[in-house]
Nanobody, 130 residues
Framework: QVQLGEPGGGLVQSGGSLRLSCAVS????????IGWFRQSPGGDREGVSI????????CYDDSVKGRFTISRDNAKNIVHLQMNNLVPEDTAAYYC???????????????????????WSQGTQVTVSS
């Protein structure tokens, strides 16, 4: 129910740009937030950015503020992550996640380690060279 669009990630030089897309569909409950997360080998899965499906409020990790932009297509349930001015530290597998857990709602806390259960896409590799 959470699928990455094509093309996905790729290899880019420092200072370059990439755009990721994620398409979601709901079943029993609507999604209240959709976000992007990333994970390096041996590292934790970290929150990058999240957007509210109700009012398009957004939240970003400090490491990507001013460089990444998350947006949502309401009609098609598609979320994009525009990544500009990429740096090698952005290298990771990127995942899209949709949140529909009852008793929860949108908030920047969803980027943290205590986030509720979510529906996850497969990962796509983004590699940034120096």
């Amino acid at each position: 129910q959470v699928q990455l669009g094509e093309p996905g990630g790729g290899l880019v030089q420092s200072g370059g740009s990439l755009r990721l897309s994620c398409a979601v569909s709901e079943f029993a409950l609507p999604y209240y937030a959709i976000g992007w997360f990333r994970q390096s080998p041996g590292g934790d899965r970290e929150g990058v950015s999240i957007i509210s499906t109700k009012d398009d409020r957004t939240c970003y990790d400090d490491s990507v503020k001013g460089r990444f932009t998350i947006s949502r297509d309401n009609a098609k349930n598609i979320v994009h992550l525009q990544m500009n001015n990429l740096v090698p530290e952005d290298t990771a597998a990127y995942y899209c996640a949709a949140f529909s857990s009852s008793g929860h709602g949108y908030g920047c806390y969803l980027l943290g380690p205590q986030r509720p259960l979510a529906s996850w896409s497969q990962g796509t590799q983004v590699t940034v060279s120096s």
